[in-house]
């Protein structure tokens, strides 16, 4: 397929940081998203909460699936509009591998736990782990992955300074790992990232979105008669029902889940054709100079997705039943970081030393990187563990 002038051309990429070959049998983005596929970090999301713990049942979403099915949309979206589509799957891949366990719960307690040494952010963290933190090649740490793929993850959620940067970005400040990569090696951060990170990021709303209301009905956190109010969700859900009067629910919710994700990429490849146009936009640097995304939705389809987020909050994300699970993965997360900066002895070799016990910044970021890197599941265990053992327990104080 002929890639659009405003497309990222593995040929006229900025390259890697560390300077290397190009292979003979894969592009440069390509090679980006076979290491992510092949990093530790990648496989761990197996077992990385979406939003249910991993034994709450075979069937709900983990990271691992969920950064799959972001893939998926993305190479859609990309392909229709003539962009690269090994870029914009690469970036979807990557963009969840420094979320710690329990997800958005395990992210507030490591961040609490690091309040006064620099917080805790799950987007800085992905880039700790693609650029430091995965040990697999001999002449680098990380995965040294294209220029094109880090501008893509830093501006996940667009420029972190100058005019166009969100409130959040600029009420934080650059994460020190970007700010320090930045120094040596300028990421551009005042600019709009690719048309391919920008799709990346919008296929991740599309993808958890629908997706949790897939899972929330599974889970019985709320019901089809629910959603009738829900901007988007209600009207498709009534359609399908009258489609086929009497269809069983699970194929309802189904069919109605592929409706509804079919309907938001229509949008975005529609709305994002116009702004192109309009914008007249010939190259990818034209797209890093504008004042507002390329790739987006329109206006309605944009008031139906904060409608979609405003009801998940309300109904699924303070659930009670989540609520319960959130308090006791925080609980676990804290008292695992509290424990191993108490007692480095307990990490991992690899992992203790290179720890300088003088140093309680570089003591701590060593201690939330490990902590980020746990699945659920090993979390769990190793909290369990820890405290049914007096001697290791009476000491983490």
């Known amino acids: 397929m002929q890639l659009a002038t405003f497309a990222c051309h593995p040929d006229r990429s900025r390259g890697r940081r560390v300077p290397e070959a190009e292979s003979p049998m894969r592009s440069g983005y390509q090679r980006d998203r076979d290491r992510v596929v092949h990093c530790a970090a990648f496989r761990r999301l197996k077992h990385k909460t979406q939003v249910f713990v991993y034994h709450e049942g075979d069937h709900y979403r983990t990271r691992l699936t969920h950064s799959l099915e972001v893939a998926q949309i993305a190479r859609t979206i990309a392909r229709v509009l003539g962009l690269n589509e090994d870029l914009a799957e690469a970036l979807a891949l990557a963009h969840d591998l420094g979320h710690p366990p329990f997800g958005h719960a395990g992210e507030e307690a490591l961040n609490a736990c690091m309040a006064d040494l ?13 650029t430091l933190l995965e040990h697999r090649y001999a002449a680098f740490d990380g995965l040294n992955l294209t220029w094109e793929m880090l501008e893509g993850i830093v501006k996940h959620n667009g420029p972190l300074t100058g005019p166009h940067a969100g409130a959040q970005a600029l009420a934080h400040g650059v994460p020190a790992t970007i700010a320090a990569c930045d120094r040596d090696w300028p990421l551009d951060l005042d600019g709009f990232a690719s048309a391919e990170a920008q799709v990346a990021a919008i296929s991740d709303d599309i993808a958890y979105n629908n997706h949790d209301i897939d899972d929330g009905l599974r889970a019985g956190l709320f019901s089809i008669d629910d959603l009738a109010d829900v901007p ?14 009497g269809l069983e629910a699970t194929r309802l919710i189904h069919e109605s889940v ?7 990429v229509a949008d975005v490849i529609a709305e994002s054709r116009s702004r192109l146009a309009q914008n007249g936009v010939q190259t990818v640097a034209d797209i890093r100079k ?3 995304p390329v790739i987006a939705f329109s206006a309605e389809m944009r008031a139906n997705d904060i409608g979609l987020k405003r009801f998940l909050f309300e109904r699924m994300y303070r659930h009670e039943r989540i609520n319960k699970t959130t308090v ?3 609980l ?8 191993h900066l108490a007692r480095p002895d307990l990490l991992p070799p690899e992992w203790s030393q290179g720890m300088v016990l003088d140093d309680a910044r570089q003591c701590a970021r060593l201690v939330a ?9 090993f ?11 007096a001697g290791v327990v009476s000491e983490k104080s």
């Open 118 to 130: 620099g917080g805790f952010d799950h987007n800085e963290q992905t880039f700790r782990v693609l």
């Open 369 to 377: 990187d490990y902590i980020a890197g746990m699945t659920d599941k």
């Open 379 to 389: 979390a769990l265990e190793a909290y369990a563990r820890y405290h049914s053992d």
């Open 328 to 330: 006791e993965a925080k």
């Open 232 to 245: 988007l969700a209600g009207p498709v859900f009534a359609e399908v029902a009258a489609l086929y009067p």
């Open 332 to 339: 676990v997360v804290r008292d695992l970081f509290r424990l």
């Open 290 to 292: 504008l004042e507002s």
């Open 258 to 264: 592929r409706r509804m994700i079919n309907r938001m």
